[in-house]
């Protein structure tokens, strides 16, 4: 059995009404958004800060940023919550499939947690052949690492909130498995409503969209379930959100988000396009019907709908291909509008305007300079032959 068949975890930690509760998710090992983050929303120790699962995993800074968290947790105002990237403190009890195609998911990633403690123990990572020995040497040098991922709950409740990292379905809290409740995609869209407000990462939110990208924090007051995962390491123009609840019994939410990118001023209004269409991952095939230098002409194949992509977006030099995630939605901008820049091309810039991205053709006044970066590693096809034979596997 494994992790994900037991009951969950759940803590109920008796907050300070007085306080400030912050809620961020899916840092993903992208530490310096999480500190961009927090000093965007001036973090201090009189906040309630909850990390609403996977911190860890598909950036560059697996170990790093679950050292920073733990240093954090040290003052008692944090409160993480597990993710599906985030279950390593199962790694030595674990006997199923995917515990035992570690190795091989490692390769694959070439980044995460195990993989950055490799490297610090003079390992090759992606040379891990025996196992057992690894996870020897893993619970010598890593004790409080391993043990503070073990005690990590998978929801937090309080009377008005529940915050988990995927979804917590009508029946119950205690009756829910973790797997139910790290791991459920599109949970906005089960229907599901709630009398408690349930927080959800996970998913990131401009999935939820057809015509645009907005990489903001969706609060449904119907279902009574608010998505915050901004895609900060999946997507290229992502961000880092975090919900401001004002106190533990408030509902007058509020949210700021990060991104590393320039900020200019808008200088020429611009008129919203009328129609435009967002090509998604896991949606993503296109026919490159005229391939140019920096932009190629392009039919998307499910839905015939055709846009100008830019060329480095594409994943293949074939005419059929997949490629990222791209716009072409033209925004509507007001002169003195604060935008983030994501590219510069010959024609113009792609752009964010308070979280939705898209293009502008006018002038631009530079505000700020991008802030580092750290790219995450480039992700390997998938297709292994045991993620093929795994199906459901645990990590994605
Ligand atoms: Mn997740």
Redesign the pocket.
């Known amino acids: 059995m494994g992790l994900y068949d037991t009951y969950i975890k759940i803590q109920r930690p008796d907050f300070d009404p007085t306080k400030r509760v912050l809620v961020t998710s899916?840092i993903h090992g992208n530490l310096p958004y999480l500190k961009g983050l927090l000093k965007k929303v001036g973090f201090c120790e009189d906040d309630i800060l909850i990390i609403n699962?996977?911190f860890l995993e598909k950036g560059p800074l697996s170990l790093e940023t679950l050292r920073y968290i733990m240093e954090l947790s040290k003052k008692g105002n944090v409160y993480p919550v597990m993710?599906?990237?985030d279950d390593w403190g199962a790694v030595f009890h674990e006997n199923s499939e995917w515990a035992r195609n570690i190795p091989n998911y490692m390769r694959w990633r070439g980044s995460g947690l195990l993989w950055d403690m490799a490297i610090e123990m003079g390992m090759d990572p992606a040379g891990i052949e025996d196992l057992e020995d690894f996870k020897a040497h893993l619970k010598v040098h890593f004790p409080e690492e391993f043990e503070y991922l073990a005690n990590i709950p998978m929801c937090i409740e309080t009377e008005k909130f529940i915050f988990t990292?995927?979804a917590v379905l009508p029946k119950p809290l205690e009756e829910h498995k973790v797997g139910e409740v790290?791991?459920y995609d599109r949970f906005m869209a089960s229907g599901f409503r709630f009398d408690k407000w349930v927080v959800v990462?996970?998913y990131p939110v401009m999935l939820y969209l057809e015509d645009h990208v907005c990489a903001n924090p969706i609060i449904n007051h119907e279902q009574h379930i608010i998505s915050i995962?901004g895609a900060c390491v999946l997507k290229d123009d992502g961000q880092l959100n975090c919900l401001i609840i004002p106190n533990i019994m408030s509902e007058d939410f509020s949210y700021v988000a990060y991104d590393h990118f320039a900020t200019a001023k808008v200088l020429e209004p611009q008129k919203r396009s009328e129609k435009s269409y967002y090509i998604r991952w896991g949606d993503s095939k296109v026919h490159v019907m005229q391939r140019g230098e920096e932009f190629s002409h392009c039919k998307h194949e499910r839905t015939g709908y055709e846009m100008d992509i830019l060329t480095k977006y594409l994943f293949s030099d074939n005419e059929f291909t997949e490629c990222n995630d791209c716009t072409d939605l033209v925004l509507e901008l007001q002169p003195g509008d604060i935008v983030s820049v994501v590219e510069t091309t010959s024609r113009g810039y792609f752009v964010k305007h308070k979280g939705t991205s898209g293009w502008y053709f006018g002038k631009l006044q530079m505000l700020t300079e991008a802030d580092e970066f750290i790219p995450p590693p480039k992700q390997k096809k998938w297709d292994n032959n045991w993620q093929k034979n795994l199906g459901k596997h645990r990590l994605?």
Request: charged share 35%; glycine share 22%; proline share 0%.
């Open positions: 899916d699962g996977d993710g599906n990237c990292h995927a790290v791991r990462g996970h995962d994605k």
